[in-house]
Nanobody, 114 residues
């Protein structure tokens, strides 16, 4: 089972920025498409950004132009740069393969509030 360790969340004001990191334990990381997912209170988990092994990215419409997903294969790590944050971005953020394995890390909480 691959370990997924998310970090970088916190409390930020609307319009602010955060950078999330996802460290994995897999030496096969370079071959996986990876995704950042989020789950807001009372809502289902959703994929917000994905990146293929070749570096092609995709985003859900609500974060396009504000979030940027990237990866460092040498560090087995994926990142999510989040700019112009809005209160509706408040959620627990998780990383996983895209499509996801059937297990998840603990996630990192992002709270956007004034």
């Amino acid at each position: 089972q691959v370990q997924l360790v998310e970090s970088g969340g916190g409390l930020v004001q609307p319009g602010g920025s955060l950078r999330l990191s996802c460290r994995t334990s897999s030496s096969m990381f370079v071959f996986y498409a990876m995704g950042w997912y989020r789950q807001a209170p009372g809502k289902q988990r959703e994929l917000v950004a994905g990146i293929t092994s070749a570096g092609t990215t995709k985003y859900t419409d609500s974060v396009k132009g504000r979030f940027t997903i990237s990866r460092d294969n040498a560090k087995n790590t994926a990142y999510l740069q989040m700019n112009s944050l809005k209160p509706e971005d408040t959620a627990v953020y998780y990383c996983n393969r895209d499509p996801p394995w059937d297990y998840w890390g603990k996630g990192t909480l992002v709270t956007v509030s004034s």
